[in-house]
């Protein structure tokens, strides 16, 4: 079955530390470009990291700095390490795979960053 599934949401304080995973299943993932995107209570998802099959990174200019996209192509997994949290990240995390036409994604994980 071709999916990918987030873990390690959850609540942190500000200024707190939070570990996303996504593992895949169902493709070859060392073949995808795999990225992390956001989507907060009335807003619109943004893209928060990709990471290319070639390990380029490409973070948002609102977390540069702060976040960290890596990949585990020996264990079908992409990370989002996110440290310093603020309010403002606060949001549902969504995992996606692109490759040519497919375009995956996961059901998400709820961050929450408040005191």
């Known amino acids: 079955q071709v999916q990918v599934v987030e873990s390690g949401g959850g609540l942190v304080q500000p200024g707190g530390s939070l570990r996303l995973s996504c593992a895949a299943s169902?493709?070859?993932?060392?073949?995808?470009?795999m990225g992390w995107y956001r989507q907060a209570p009335g807003k619109q998802r943004e893209l928060v990291a990709v990471?290319?099959?070639?390990?380029?990174?490409n973070p948002a200019d609102s977390v540069t700095g702060r976040f960290t996209i890596s990949r585990d192509n020996a264990k079908n997994t992409v990370y989002l390490q996110m440290n310093y949290l603020k309010p403002e990240d606060t949001a549902v995390y969504y995992c996606?795979?692109?490759?040519?036409?497919?375009?995956?994604w996961g059901k998400g994980t709820l961050v929450t960053v408040a005191s």
């Open positions: 996606n795979a692109r490759l040519a036409k497919a375009d995956i």
């Open positions: 169902g493709i070859i993932f060392r073949l995808y470009d």
């Open positions: 990471i290319t099959s070639g390990g380029s990174t």
